[in-house]
């Protein structure tokens, strides 16, 4: 288990005119919304996030991007294997945290964890909650075909997503535009999640918020997408009715998993750039199975 210096009361006297918070989040989403608090001026005191694990082609024991940007910053940084370990629970509990704030940490967080702070744990979440709950919404969101998404701001409880509301922003993508890729969305979401809570944070402290439940008759969820739900139908590529379905797919599954159709030899070709007119589906870039990006026009060729 990762340790840090518990320095609630003299961080306390230096950040007097700042909130005392700590984060939790792991990937890039949460350093966007990282980058967005600190433009406000607000850093965290502490980050909590996952523990190095091998990265990339090279397999390379590496940190999580979260943690790399606050080691950059010289922010303490704690990486336990788990929420339940006690001992970290109390190192939390010796500052007088005025919240926690969430994005995208990926583990549940116990209830003894989230009720540590004065001001409770806030969670950052990609869609205009309750809709699109769990772990992919904004990706769900490009699949559905919805261009009006937005970002929350909620109270955390121990049931995933289902706090109440302090905060939304609706965010509506211009139709010349849409659909967006995956990553410039949550990139997008994450970073008006940091403006708006930056915004209504310290209304939030004073008290001046009042946090409305989520109306569970409107809740839908979403899944973590597998490498099969990215996968193209290459019998049906051609079809008129089938285009904008396979649009969705490209653009919502650019990274982790990404779009992809087998070709006759039976070998997985990536598509990475496609567009979509008039109900038709042209796919401009693809990477065959052990070769480098080509446009799609080569590919065929070389078939």
Do not use: C
Not at 1 to 26: C, D, E, Q, V, W
Not at 32 to 51: K, N, S, Y
Not at 227 to 247: I, K, V
Not at 269 to 297: C, F, H, N, Q, R
């Amino acid at each position: 288990m990762s340790t840090y210096r518990a320095r609630g009361k003299n961080l306390r006297t230096i950040m007097a005119s700042k909130p005392l918070f700590a984060f939790f989040g792991t990937p890039r989403f949460g350093v966007a919304v990282l980058d967005a608090l600190e433009r406000q001026g607000l850093l965290p005191a502490l980050v909590i996030t996952a523990p190095d694990k091998p990265r990339g082609r090279g397999l390379e024991v590496s940190p999580s991007p979260v943690k790399a940007w606050a080691t950059e910053r010289g922010i303490d940084v704690a990486t336990p294997a788990t929420l339940k370990d006690e001992v970290f629970a109390a190192e939390l509990g010796n500052t007088d945290w005025d919240a926690f704030v969430v994005a995208a940490y990926a583990k549940l967080i116990p209830k003894h964890i989230l009720d540590i702070p004065r001001g409770g744990s806030l969670n950052i979440h990609p869609s205009m909650l309750p809709k699109f709950r769990g772990p992919s919404p904004a990706l769900s969101a490009i699949l559905a075909d919805e261009r009006e998404t937005g970002v929350s701001v909620m109270q955390m409880t121990p049931t995933m997503d289902a706090g109440p509301i302090v905060a939304q922003a609706r965010i509506e993508i211009g139709e010349e535009e849409w659909p967006l890729q995956g990553q410039m969305l949550e990139d997008l979401l994450a970073t008006e999640g940091g403006n708006l809570l930056a915004e209504v944070l310290p209304q939030w402290l004073a008290g001046e918020i009042t946090a409305e439940p989520q109306d569970e008759s409107k809740a839908t969820f979403t899944r973590k997408f597998t490498d099969e739900d990215a996968r193209l139908d290459s019998g049906r590529l051609n079809l008129p009715e089938y285009a904008r379905e396979a649009l969705l797919k490209i653009r919502a599954f650019d990274h982790g998993p990404r779009a992809y159709f087998v070709d006759e030899a039976g070998k997985r070709v990536i598509v990475t750039d496609a567009t979509g007119t008039d109900g038709a589906l042209e796919i401009l870039k693809v990477i065959p199975e052990g070769k480098k990006e080509m446009s799609y026009s080569e590919f065929a060729r070389k078939k």
